[in-house]
């Protein structure tokens, strides 16, 4: 095959303007720079990563921080406000076992003085027989005037006089002796024996023998 030949024959196979690819190439794949740079890659988007770990537990706390300190402030009045009403009821239990304890104190006084001085009543009753059969003289007188101060100190009070209106919390009737038109109501005629208390608590009550008011 002569040159001509052969030039028409590669001009038929390959057409004017066709690119002709080298041997192991695809065709359409970016040629090379002239400088033999490689030709540049289209670049994927990029796309951040969600914070993760204590990086994210560090954005939710600044995100939430207003929101917990007000949460902090509530819970602390809350429990403040408890705290205060424990105080004032451990206060007022306090106060009343204080008040309990004097009243118990004072009654165990008062039972005391009562047992002590219940005995010399039974003296005292001997003391003003004596006194109504005949005046007191001598070292006896003295001696009982000293007794009855004594026992008047400790709060034994001597009450029944012949005229005071017959009560039955603090008179003993042993009996009716009649009627008196000068009475109104039911009247102590005779005091038999004399009644004592210790501030408002009956010793013994009067033994009295009454009268009763005319009928109209």
Do not use: W
Not at 8 to 37: C, H, I, L, M, W
Not at 74 to 103: F, G
Not at 175 to 199: F, L, M, N, Q, R
């Amino acid at each position: 095959m002569t040159e001509e030949e052969a030039f028409e024959t590669g001009a038929a196979r390959f057409p004017q303007g066709s690119a002709v690819t080298p041997e192991g190439e695809q065709p359409g794949a970016a040629a090379p720079s002239p400088e033999g740079d490689p030709a540049p890659v289209d670049e994927a988007p990029v796309v951040e990563e969600a914070p993760q770990g204590d990086e994210a537990d560090g954005v939710e706390e600044a995100v939430a921080e207003p929101g917990t300190e007000a949460d902090e402030l509530t819970v602390t009045r809350i429990a403040l406000e408890e705290r205060t009403l424990d105080l004032q009821r451990l206060q007022a239990e306090y106060l009343n076992y204080k008040r309990r304890v004097e009243r118990d104190r004072e009654l165990i006084k008062e039972n005391a003085t009562y047992s002590a001085l219940t005995p010399i009543i039974d003296v005292l009753d001997t003391i003003d027989r004596a006194r109504d059969h005949e005046p007191l003289d001598g070292g006896f007188k003295a001696v009982a005037e000293q007794l009855e101060r004594v026992v008047a100190g400790l709060g034994l009070v001597k009450f029944g006089e012949p005229g005071d209106a017959f009560d039955p919390t603090v008179h003993e009737a042993l009996s009716h002796i009649g009627v008196d038109p000068e009475v109104e109501v039911t009247t102590c005629k005779v005091i038999a024996k004399a009644g004592y208390k210790i501030g408002d608590r009956v010793v013994r009550a009067a033994q009295v023998l009454v009268v009763d008011p005319a009928d109209d």
